[in-house]
C-alpha cells in the first residue's frame, strides 16, 4: 500500500519524537522524574498527531504521570486534578471567548461578507491584483471583526476565489491571498489566542490587544504589497479587471440631474440645487447626496478637533489635602484622652515650664494682639508662595498626532480630488456594508484599550452589536441564533476543556521536575537574549507543522514563559511575537487547517498542491514580519506603552 506524502511526513515526525524520547532515556545513569516529565511531553505530541482529542490527551497524560510521581497515590492524583480543574474555571478571563465567539457568527450569519467583498473589489479596481487586494482587505475586517478563521477561509473561498479564476487570477495566488488572509484573526483583536496566551501566561489582555493591533496592521499591509509587487512584475498572474467589472450603475435620480459616472459630484450636486433641468429630482434627494459628500470632511474636522483637544490640554495635578499616615512630623506624645493640651495665655507656668493644662468646661482666655503673630505663617512663606510659576494647561501635540493628521487629512483631500458619481456610489455601498463592521471593531477594542471596558464585558457588548447588525439587515431569525448559539458552545466548550487539559499537564509536568530540567538544559547553554530569542521563534515555527495553535499555546508556552524572566524578556512583546509565528500554523502542512477548510468549497480542478504552494511566499512574509517586529519592538509596545505605562 501506498502512503501519501503527508502521512509520510507525519509519521517521519512520530518517529523522530520517538526515538529522541528513547535515546534521552537510554543515555543517562538514572532515570528520574524529570525524564518521565520529558516522556510525558513526547508521548502527548504523538498522541495528538495519531488523532487523539487534545483536551483529553493532556488530561489524561497529567493524570497517569501524576499518578506515577505520588507514588501511586490515587487520592493525591484525584485532589491535583480537582484543583488544576478548579483553578482554569475560576479564571474570569475566559468569559470572554464565548461572548467573543458569539459575536463573531452572528456577524458571520449577517451576510454582510458578501457585500463588503464586492464595495472593495470596486473601490480598489485600478489597483494591480485588485481582486487579490480586495479579498485581503475583506479578509482583515472580517477576520477582525470575527476572530474565527475556518469561517472567513471558507465564506472567502466561496466568493472570492470563482470571482478571482473566472478574471484569470494565478490558482496560487488566489489561494494564497484567501488562507493568509483569513489567518489574520488569531492575531488581531478581538483574539481567542491572545486571551489564551494572557491567561496561560499572565499577560494583560487590554496590553495584548493593544499590542497586537499594528503588527496585524503591519502584516496586512506586507501581504498587500506582496500582492500589488506580484501584479506589476507578472500580469498574467494577476490580470487588471476589465471596464465591465468595473463598472457602477447610477441610480434613476442620479442620471435625471443630468449626470455622468465621471462628472465630478460635489461640483455637479451644488449646480443641481439651483438648475431648472432637474425639477423632476427632489431637493430631499440632492441635499442627501451633498451630506453624503460632505461627511467625510465633516468627520475628519470633527476628530482632529477632538484629539487636539485632547493631546494639547495638561491635566492638572491631583493635590491631596490629607498627609499621608506616618508622613508627619509631629514627635509630641499624644494627650490622654481625659485632659485638654490646650494651654492657656498669660498664666502663670507650672514649677515644670510648661502651661498649666486647662481642665474640661473651662474657656480659654482669647488670645491678644501680641499672640497672633504666634501663629502667623513664617517669615519665607509668602516669597515662595508667589514665587511659584503657574501651571501650564497646554503642551505641544506629540508626534504621532501629526502623523496620523497627516495620513487621515490626505486621504480626505484625496477623497474629494477624485469623488465622481460613480465613486460616490462605491462609498455608499461601503457605507452599508464596511462601516457598520468598523463602528463594531471600534466599539468593541476602543471600550477596551480605552480602559472604559474590560475584555469581558466588551465581549458582552460586541454579542450585543452582532445582534444589531443581524437584525439591521433582516438576518436575526431564530434558525440563525440557535445555530449560532450552538457553535458558540461547541467552540468555547473545546477552548475551556483544552485549558482545563492544559492546567493538569502543566501541572504534573512541574510536579515531576521536567519544567525544572528544562530550565537547567537551556541556561547551561549560556544563550544571549538575542540567541534564546531565536532559538524559541524557531521552536515555535517547527512545532506548527505539526500541531495547531492551540495545542501550542496551552502545552509549551508553559515551557517557555518561565524561562522569560532569565534572559530579561518582556512577556507582553513575546506574545506579540508568538501570534506572529502562530500564523505559520495555518499554513505549515501538512496541520495547515487553511488550506483544507478552502479545499472543502473550491472547484474541484483546484488541488491541494496548489494551494500548498500560493501559502508558501505568505509564510515567508510571515517569517519577514517577525524579523520586523524584533528590530523594532516598537511598533508593538509604543501604543501598550502609550496608553498603560
Not at 506524502?5 to 512520530?14: N, T, V
Not at 495620513?407 to 461601503?430: D, H, N, P, Q
Request: proline share 6%; with cysteine.
Amino acid at each position: 500500500m501506498k502512503l501519501r506524502k503527508e502521512l509520510w511526513f507525519g509519521f517521519s515526525i512520530m518517529a523522530l519524537v520517538v526515538g529522541s524520547a528513547a535515546w534521552l532515556l537510554l543515555s543517562v545513569d538514572q532515570i528520574t522524574n524529570g525524564h518521565l516529565g520529558l516522556l510525558m511531553l513526547s508521548l502527548v505530541v504523538v498522541a495528538i498527531m495519531l488523532g487523539f482529542p487534545t483536551a483529553f490527551t493532556l488530561m489524561g497524560m497529567g493524570m497517569i504521570f501524576t499518578w506515577f510521581a505520588y507514588d501511586h497515590d490515587i487520592q493525591r492524583t484525584l485532589n491535583l486534578m480537582v484543583q488544576a480543574a478548579y483553578k482554569s474555571m475560576a479564571n474570569d478571563v475566559l468569559i470572554a471567548i464565548p461572548l467573543f465567539v458569539f459575536m463573531g457568527y452572528l456577524v458571520e450569519r449577517a451576510s454582510l461578507i458578501e457585500q463588503l467583498f464586492k464595495s472593495m473589489h470596486l473601490a480598489m479596481a485600478r489597483i494591480p491584483g485588485s481582486l487579490a487586494v480586495a479579498t485581503l482587505a475583506t479578509c482583515t475586517i472580517f477576520a477582525t471583526a470575527t476572530g474565527i478563521v475556518g469561517a472567513v477561509v471558507t465564506l472567502m473561498g466561496l466568493l472570492a476565489l470563482p470571482a478571482m479564476l473566472r478574471a484569470g487570477y494565478s490558482t496560487p495566488l488566489a489561494a494564497g491571498a484567501i488562507t493568509a488572509g483569513g489567518c489574520l484573526g488569531i492575531l488581531l483583536p478581538p483574539s481567542v489566542l491572545l486571551i489564551l496566551y494572557g491567561a496561560t501566561a499572565g499577560v494583560s489582555v487590554v496590553q495584548l490587544y493593544a499590542g497586537a493591533f499594528f503588527p496585524g496592521l503591519m502584516l496586512a499591509c506586507l501581504y498587500f504589497g506582496y500582492v500589488v509587487l506580484v501584479a506589476k512584475l507578472k500580469p498574467q498572474w494577476a490580470p487588471p479587471l476589465p471596464a465591465s467589472e468595473r463598472h457602477v450603475d447610477l441610480p434613476a435620480p442620479t442620471l435625471a440631474l443630468p449626470a455622468v459616472q465621471r462628472d465630478y459630484a460635489p461640483r455637479r450636486l451644488l449646480q443641481a440645487l439651483k438648475g431648472r433641468r432637474n425639477a423632476s429630482v427632489s431637493l430631499r434627494f440632492i441635499l442627501g447626496q451633498l451630506a453624503l459628500v460632505l461627511m467625510p470632511g465633516v468627520l475628519f474636522v470633527a476628530f482632529a478637533s477632538y484629539t487636539w483637544q485632547a493631546v494639547t490640554t495638561v491635566p492638572p495635578e491631583e493635590v491631596y489635602a490629607i498627609q499621608p499616615i506616618g508622613f508627619g512630623d509631629n514627635t509630641e506624645e499624644e494627650a490622654p484622652l481625659y485632659e485638654s493640651t490646650l494651654s492657656v495665655p498669660g498664666s502663670e507656668e507650672a514649677e515644670d515650664g510648661e502651661a498649666p493644662l486647662v481642665a474640661l468646661g473651662e474657656e480659654p482666655q482669647a488670645l491678644g494682639s501680641g499672640d497672633a503673630a504666634a501663629v502667623a505663617e513664617p517669615p519665607g512663606a509668602a516669597e515662595v508662595l508667589s514665587d511659584e510659576a503657574p501651571q501650564a494647561t497646554k503642551q505641544p501635540a506629540p508626534t504621532w498626532w501629526w502623523v496620523m493628521f497627516s495620513l487621515f487629512g490626505a486621504a480626505t483631500v484625496l477623497f474629494y480630488l477624485f469623488l465622481s458619481f460613480a465613486r460616490l456610489e462605491i462609498f455608499k455601498m461601503l457605507l452599508s456594508s464596511f462601516f457598520p463592521l468598523l463602528v463594531l471593531i471600534l466599539a468593541v477594542l476602543g471600550s477596551i484599550v480605552f480602559g472604559l471596558c474590560t475584555p469581558t464585558e466588551a465581549a458582552a457588548l460586541g454579542a450585543l452589536g452582532g445582534f444589531l447588525l443581524a437584525a439591521a439587515y433582516r438576518r436575526l431569525t431564530f434558525s440563525v441564533v440557535k445555530e449560532s448559539v450552538f457553535l458558540t458552545a461547541k467552540t468555547s466548550a473545546m477552548v475551556c476543556w483544552l485549558f482545563v487539559g492544559s492546567a493538569i499537564f502543566s501541572a504534573a509536568f512541574a510536579l515531576l521536575g521536567g519544567q525544572e530540567l528544562i530550565e537547567r538544559w537551556v541556561l547551561s547553554m549560556n544563550l544571549s537574549k538575542v540567541e534564546f530569542m531565536i532559538l524559541a521563534q524557531i521552536v515555535i515555527f517547527l512545532l506548527g507543522w505539526p500541531l495547531e495553535w492551540t495545542e501550542i499555546i496551552v502545552i509549551f508556552m508553559p515551557i517557555f514563559i518561565p524561562l522569560l524572566s532569565h534572559f530579561g524578556v518582556d512577556p507582553l512583546f513575546f506574545g506579540l511575537l508568538v501570534a506572529l509565528n502562530l500564523q505559520t500554523a495555518f499554513l505549515s502542512p501538512p496541520v495547515a487547517m487553511s488550506a483544507f477548510y478552502l479545499k472543502g468549497v473550491a472547484p474541484s480542478h483546484v488541488t491541494l498542491n496548489q494551494i500548498f504552494l500560493g501559502m508558501i511566499p505568505f509564510m515567508g512574509i510571515q517569517l519577514l514580519a517577525i524579523v520586523l517586529l524584533y528590530m523594532w519592538p516598537q511598533i508593538g509596545m509604543w501604543l501598550p506603552e502609550l496608553l498603560y505605562r
